[in-house]
């Protein structure tokens, strides 16, 4: 493997001065790819039938008019995370995605940063370019519906799932619980998470 890509040093081991690599240039690229993929034209194409079921109780919730939970159009934390962007930053299209904007990057900076150690920096960097070119990802991260959170969701599970086994300590688990906890009130799918993960931990 070329000395750019190696894998980070063990923790607890000696620290030693850092220079910028060619590996960090890609990374910065992949990046502000993620951001201007995202954002770029991001108010521009029509709402489509989800996003308006999910953005005019946004807007409801941001003029105080209080919040209802509906199962057809799944957990609270998108509507809240939505409305609070319409405080923020004023009700229009772009606004309304700008929620799932902002999960969908943090989700490639999760994959290209906290999985450098299970995947090690090559399969990271290559993780992170999957992530960033994914169609489904892309649509989804410019998309007023709940899957872009559970993009960052899932990775962050990912992650505190791994330190669990591999290093069985109390951050590792906070991860898990946290995204766990964060899942069941974003959409329905977190039972089938949870039960996906129970199945790999018994065995």
Known sequence: MLPMLA??????????SRRF????????????????SRFTLLGERVMSHDEVNHVVPS?????????????????PFQFHAIALAYFLWGDDDFT??????LFSTA??????FGLRRPLGRSGAL??????LISPFMLYY????????????????FLYGLW??????????????TLSTALHFVIKETAFLYTAQALVLLLG
């Open 7 to 16: 894998n980070p040093p063990e923790p607890g081991a000696p620290h030693t």
């Open 21 to 36: 690599t060619p590996a960090d240039l890609l990374v910065a690229l992949v990046l502000c790819l993620t951001v201007l």
């Open 59 to 75: 807007y409801q919730l941001s003029q105080g008019e209080g919040y209802h939970y509906d199962p057809m159009t799944h957990g």
């Open 96 to 101: 309304a995605r700008v929620p799932a904007a």
């Open 107 to 112: 989700a490639v900076a999760c994959v290209l």
């Open 126 to 131: 290559m993780a992170g370019v999957l992530f």
């Open 141 to 156: 991260g410019r998309y007023a519906r709940n899957e872009a959170f559970l993009q960052l969701v899932g990775v962050v």
């Open 163 to 176: 330190r669990v086994l591999e290093r069985n300590d109390a951050a590792g688990l906070w991860l898990v």
